[in-house]
């Protein structure tokens, strides 16, 4: 696994990783069809991911001011609770804007909370030219982790209710956080960094690249919804398409993290036109069959695509204070994404135009190639 100068922090994070993306894929990998299911419109669920993003600038700057007052790892005790009350609510609340905006602003603190705790300790953690490493190990962790989670998750829900699949995403998500509250908390680097002094330094093409290989996120959040609407209403089928992508997943990963640090940008190139080539394909075949077919095809090109973004992160954010780079990046993604999201929903774009444009976006990242001069 991902060894560095504590390993016992670096085991915490790996297991963290692992048991948080099961419970992710478990659970919050339905969160468009469930709201779809309770009666949402595809403009409402739009609206929702604006609130998440649009929110998102507030609780990125709040979980880095708690994560400097209390501790990052205590901070990461409100993700849980946070995780559990977002899909316990949205069994509560009536169809109607505002609680749109209510299940959009608490989705949005705890995915932010989320994500500052593991990016912050993802670059804590890391040395000089283990990034590779490390995001190939990342990877392979997030994809077995969500291997069967999905279907597991889909097979629960299903036979037993929604509340059995909030109760138990929510306990094994509180199991992977503990290795992370039981472990020491490295002391923060580079303290005296600031928002223009990141934004002076950071190559501006890689950056581009982050921002841009958030359509992957996007597309990632809506194609369950595609897929339960335009082939098959049940999500053990969009379970077992994610066993598909996991399998292959797996492959590629293995495969492609002994290429890292051989034409990088080549392989980005590689994967960012594969998973267009990849979304069109999804867009366009109807056949349940064949829909599974380019499960695998996606698992093969979106685990080489995101293990060359994940790289290219974790390498520009190690000459940075880890909250500070972290803050800057999710802030960026939040209004990247908010911006994406609010020009769907006012211009009422259908979900087959919006995945399009988020296939165009990915092989503009692939294009614009890395600048690798800092040291991985």
Same mark, same amino acid.
């Given at each position: 696994?991902?060894?560095?100068?504590?390993? +016992?922090?670096?085991?915490?994070?790996?297991?963290? @990783?692992?048991?948080?993306?099961?419970?992710?894929? !478990?659970?919050?990998?339905?969160?468009?069809?469930?709201? #779809?299911?309770?009666?949402?419109?595809?403009?409402?669920?739009?609206? #929702?991911?604006?609130?998440?993003?649009?929110?998102?600038?507030?609780?990125? $700057?709040?979980?880095?001011?708690?994560?400097?007052?209390?501790?990052? &790892?205590?901070?990461?005790?409100? =993700?849980?609770?946070?995780? /559990?009350?977002?899909?316990?609510?949205?069994?509560?609340?009536?169809?109607?804007?505002?609680?749109?905006?209510?299940?959009?602003?608490?989705?949005?603190?705890?995915?932010?909370?989320?994500?500052?705790?593991?990016?912050?300790?993802?670059?804590?953690?890391?040395?000089?030219?283990?990034?590779?490493?490390?995001?190939?190990?990342?990877?392979?962790?997030?994809?077995?982790?969500?291997?069967?989670?999905?279907?597991?998750?889909?097979?629960?829900?299903?036979?037993?209710?929604?509340?059995?699949?909030? +109760?138990?995403?929510?306990?094994?998500?509180?199991?992977? /956080?503990?290795?992370?509250?039981?472990?020491?908390?490295?002391? *923060?680097?580079? &303290?005296?960094?600031?928002?223009?002094? *990141?934004?002076?330094?950071?190559?501006?093409?890689? !950056?581009?690249?982050?921002?841009?290989?958030? /359509?992957?996120? =996007?597309?990632? $959040?809506?194609?369950?919804?595609?897929?339960?609407?335009? *082939?098959?209403?049940?999500?053990?089928?969009?379970?077992?398409?994610?066993?598909? @992508?996991?399998?292959?997943?797996?492959?590629?990963?293995?495969?492609?993290?002994?290429?890292?640090? &051989?034409?990088?940008?080549?392989?980005?190139? !590689?994967?960012?036109? +594969?998973?267009?080539?990849?979304?069109?394909?999804?867009?366009?075949?109807?056949?349940?069959?064949?829909?599974? +077919?380019?499960?695998?095809?996606?698992?093969?090109?979106?685990? !080489?695509?995101?293990?060359?973004?994940?790289?290219? #992160?974790?390498?520009?954010?190690?000459?940075?204070?880890?909250?500070?780079?972290?803050?800057?990046?999710?802030?960026?993604?939040?209004?990247?994404?908010?911006?994406?999201?609010?020009?769907?929903?006012?211009?009422?774009?259908?979900?087959?135009?919006?995945?399009?444009?988020?296939?165009?976006?990915? =092989?503009?990242?692939?294009?614009?190639?890395?600048?690798?001069?800092?040291?991985?």
């Amino acid at each position: 696994m991902v060894k560095n100068k504590n390993s +016992g922090s670096g085991r915490a994070l790996n297991l963290f @990783v692992f048991l948080s993306n099961f419970s992710r894929a !478990f659970l919050d990998f339905f969160t468009a069809v469930f709201l #779809y299911k309770l009666g949402f419109s595809i403009q409402q669920i739009l609206l #929702y991911y604006v609130v998440i993003n649009a929110s998102g600038v507030m609780w990125v $700057s709040l979980a880095n001011w708690l994560g400097h007052k209390y501790s990052f &790892k205590k901070m990461l005790a409100l =993700v849980p609770p946070l995780f /559990c009350l977002t899909f316990a609510l949205m069994q509560w609340t009536p169809i109607n804007t505002t609680s749109v905006v209510i299940l959009g602003v608490i989705y949005g603190a705890y995915y932010r909370f989320y994500w500052m705790s593991r990016h912050y300790f993802t670059i804590n953690e890391s040395r000089k030219g283990e990034a590779a490493n490390r995001s190939k190990w990342f990877t392979i962790l997030e994809t077995v982790g969500g291997l069967i989670a999905t279907y597991m998750g889909a097979l629960i829900i299903d036979r037993f209710g929604i509340w059995a699949g909030i +109760g138990l995403a929510t306990l094994v998500f509180t199991l992977g /956080c503990m290795p992370i509250w039981l472990s020491h908390e490295q002391p *923060i680097k580079h &303290k005296r960094d600031t928002a223009r002094r *990141i934004w002076r330094d950071i190559p501006k093409r890689s !950056f581009a690249i982050l921002m841009l290989a958030d /359509c992957v996120s =996007v597309a990632g $959040s809506l194609f369950p919804l595609f897929i339960f609407i335009s *082939i098959s209403r049940s999500l053990e089928f969009i379970g077992t398409f994610q066993i598909f @992508v996991g399998l292959a997943a797996v492959v590629a990963v293995y495969v492609f993290g002994r290429m890292m640090d &051989k034409k990088r940008s080549d392989l980005l190139l !590689f994967g960012a036109a +594969g998973l267009a080539l990849v979304y069109m394909l999804k867009l366009n075949v109807s056949m349940p069959l064949l829909f599974m +077919g380019v499960a695998l095809l996606e698992g093969l090109f979106e685990r !080489f695509y995101r293990t060359s973004v994940v790289r290219d #992160y974790i390498a520009l954010g190690q000459d940075f204070n880890p909250s500070k780079y972290t803050q800057f990046y999710l802030t960026g993604v939040a209004i990247f994404e908010g911006l994406f999201m609010l020009a769907a929903w006012w211009l009422h774009l259908d979900l087959t135009l919006i995945l399009y444009i988020c296939a165009f976006g990915i =092989v503009i990242s692939g294009l614009l190639r890395f600048n690798d001069r800092r040291r991985v």
